[in-house]
């Protein structure tokens, strides 16, 4: 029989920021492949904004043959679809750069993934025409307040190429896990980019407009860039996709563990192709031997992996996992260090003690 007090002992988020609100998934603490709402991490660059969805319109406008305007009751009964979606930040294991960098100290948990309907981007633009002059979609969020580096107030807005916003999995998203989307995630409407950094999935779509040269807005023209040096901006580019990645969720750094046989598990995604393989070292990397990997639908979620590790000598061990993709991308020993801290992919690391 459990203990009831033991019900009473749920995960939380961890608090990183308050304003706004900026908190992490308890990743090492999850029962289950599909993040519950409450504890999917949030990440906002601004205050929340205030709504009225009693009028709640959807406008698309800009290099369309026929602009448009549609309401919600309209965009629930077109086809939808329901896909699964990692949304990991760019900035998730920015805490981990050497030397250090400035921004959210995200540790492991700026990542979730769930259910995501909606329907296709494609769909509404069907409906609208497009001009042949439009080079990319821009999607404006209803959220919008000053920058530390600048005057002016900002909306958080990000544009996408044609290609990627026609891609038939690219959603205008109002249900998580078969709910309307909580208000903290973009209610009503919602942008879902699968494959990118979540700085694309924009929140709370107040219009969507098709324009013909490159969108430079703050959010990706000064943010999300890689810029690899920390004193000048040569040879900078945009964050898109997201890098090949894993994290052990079992054991916890710096558990003490017994000897005997102890279950390592873990996830492990990328932003291309699908995971090919995952490989555990628990001798500081001198040997890999391939994880089990649980054969789950992915859509585009990660996967969760075990290795059965028995040990029988007490002392001090790190474990490691590394995870290849199909494209044949290999998690580095070091990350790709840049000076906004985002894409940090080097092989996971965590710590434990045998007694
Ligand atoms: N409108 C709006 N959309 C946004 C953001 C934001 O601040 N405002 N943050 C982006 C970033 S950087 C990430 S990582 C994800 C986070 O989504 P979540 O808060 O639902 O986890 O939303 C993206 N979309
Ligand atoms: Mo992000």
Redesign the pocket.
Known sequence: MSNPQDRLNEPTLSTRGLQ???KETPISFLNTDIVPSHL???????SY?KLTYSNYWLPINGLVKTPKIFSLQEIVKLPSKTIKVI??????KRSLFEPKVFGEQWEKG?I?QGYWTGVSLTTLLEATGINPKAKEVLI????KGKRTDKNNEY????SLPLDKALDPDTIIAYEYNSQPI?F???YPL??IVPNW?????????KQISLISSEFKGP?QSI??VYYPNKENDTDSFPVTIMNVNSTIQEPVHMEILNTGTHVIKGIAWTGAGEVSKVEVSTDHGDTWLEAEIEPTYRSYGWVSWTYEWSVYDPGEYTIMSKSTDTLGRTQPLKPFWNRKGYGYNAIDKVEVKIE
Request: one cysteine or more.
């Open positions: 706004p609100e900026n999917f991490f949030k990440r906002n660059h601004f904004p949304l990991e930040c760019a900035g998730n700026a979730s404006e969020g209803y959220d909306s958080y807005s990000r909580p903290k995630h973009g919602r942008l950094y979540g700085m694309a999935s924009v929140k709370w779509i959010y943010d999300y």
